[in-house]
């Protein structure tokens, strides 16, 4: 059943529907509803007005930077899942809903994974992710004295450990659906991830560096405030235009992407069972499949579909975050009202 993997992944981690038994998809959709509706109530609980903004052109880069593939050692290629710098950033819950809305519309409007399985796609890469992410990172920070180089070390190992961990949890899942040995899938996905998370975590470590150096506000106010010694106003037309900008110029590189296969396509390559039938990876609702315009061929169709995405993404985002703010103000309107 090997060969099934080859043509079911077309991005890292990206499972399609067919690879996962019936009860591990259930499963992990019972498990990736409750924690997203977990999320929501504690999101609901810390969310400030910087996050509400920040919260969609985070989804917006998420999306845009996981477009570009970056080689790594042996013809193989890897990207970015995000989760750990948007817990970073954003905190815990509110990086699981920023991530559930990128692998949400991944498999929705690109047909980048399955639907049935898409409860697992979310956990592992958004939930599962973010969570790791955020324990992890705050955990080495008060280790480190939160000092600047203390920031650049956490935020690259908990990137780091996030990509290993969502590969082994995604190797034990197609083990236990019966699609592939657990002696073949675990060591090749996690030998090759353990790669392609040395450039997720270079890819964090730089994102953090330039959030400290040039808007530490966007940081969390304790962490930001305390590294750098300063805080500036920022507005929300400033966090959108910014985000709108690094999303948009992420986009129009996707052409440049690596095209060498992801990293377990790449294994199963070398397995020699890369030519093998299978079933298709695409998801029968895309409408913009492969990240790409219909009757539109070339680069420019995947910058012009790249760039649908991220306006989406930002809107979804932004939109999430604005009903959980006017939830609680109404709801804390309602109790001053009980008790006045």
Same mark, same amino acid.
């Given at each position: 059943?090997?060969d099934v ?24 959709w019972i498990l ?6 977990w999320?929501?109530?504690r999101t609901?609980?810390a969310l400030?007005d ?5 919260m969609g @052109?985070?989804? *917006?880069?998420?999306?845009? %930077? #996981?477009?570009?593939?970056?080689p790594? +050692?042996?013809? &193989? ?12 950033v ?11 809305c990128?692998v949400?519309?991944?498999?929705l409007?690109?047909q980048?994974?399955?639907?049935v399985?898409?409860?697992?796609n979310i956990?592992?890469?958004?939930v ?7 324990a ?5 920070i008060?280790l480190?004295g ?6 650049m070390?956490s ?5 780091w450990v996030?990509? @290993?961990?969502? *590969?082994?949890?995604t190797? %034990? #899942?197609?083990a236990?659906?019966?699609? +592939?040995?657990? &002696? ?8 090759v ?11 964090t470590?730089a994102?953090l ?9 966007l940081l969390?106010a304790?962490?930001g405030n305390e ?16 985000g709108?900008v690094?999303?948009?110029l992420?986009?129009l590189?996707?052409p440049f992407?690596s095209s060498a296969?992801d ?6 390559e070398?397995?020699?069972v *890369? ?14 499949p ?6 539109l061929?070339g680069?420019l ?8 995405g991220?306006?989406?993404v930002?809107?979804?985002?932004y ?6 703010r006017?939830?609680r103000?109404?709801a ?9």
């Amino acid at each position: 059943m090997l060969d099934v993997l080859v043509r079911s992944l077309v991005l890292a981690l990206h499972i399609s529907d067919g690879l996962l038994s019936t009860s591990i998809s259930a499963l992990f959709w019972i498990l990736t509803v409750a924690c997203v509706a977990w999320a929501v109530q504690r999101t609901n609980r810390a969310l400030d007005d910087r996050q509400v903004p920040l919260m969609g @052109v985070m989804a *917006a880069c998420i999306f845009a %930077a #996981q477009m570009l593939n970056f080689p790594i +050692a042996g013809g &193989t290629s890897g990207h970015l899942l995000g989760g750990a710098l948007a817990a970073i950033v954003l905190g815990p819950w509110a990086g699981v809903l920023v991530m559930t809305c990128v692998v949400a519309l991944q498999a929705l409007l690109f047909q980048d994974g399955g639907i049935v399985v898409m409860g697992a796609n979310i956990f592992n890469m958004g939930v599962l992710t973010a969570l790791s992410g955020s324990a992890i990172f705050y955990g080495l920070i008060r280790l480190t004295g939160r000092q600047s180089w203390g920031l650049m070390v956490s935020g690259f190992i908990a990137a780091w450990v996030t990509v @290993v961990l969502s *590969a082994a949890l995604t190797s %034990a #899942q197609l083990a236990a659906s019966g699609t +592939a040995s657990a &002696t073949v899938v675990f060591p090749a996905m996690i030998g090759v991830h353990m790669l392609i998370g040395i450039g997720e975590g270079l890819i964090t470590t730089a994102a953090l560096s330039f959030l400290l150096a040039t808007r530490p506000d966007l940081l969390p106010a304790w962490l930001g405030n305390e590294l750098s010694g300063k805080s500036r106003p920022i507005s929300t037309r400033q966090i959108l235009g910014t985000g709108l900008v690094i999303a948009v110029l992420l986009a129009l590189l996707s052409p440049f992407a690596s095209s060498a296969p992801d990293g377990l396509e790449s294994v199963l390559e070398r397995l020699g069972v *890369a030519g093998s039938s299978g079933p298709t990876a695409t998801s029968p609702v895309g409408v913009l499949p492969d990240y790409t315009i219909p009757g539109l061929e070339g680069g420019l169709s995947t910058i012009l579909a790249g760039l649908v995405g991220v306006l989406i993404v930002v809107a979804i985002g932004y939109s999430i975050a604005m009903l959980i703010r006017r939830r609680r103000s109404v709801a804390r309107d309602t109790k001053s009202m009980t008790t006045s």
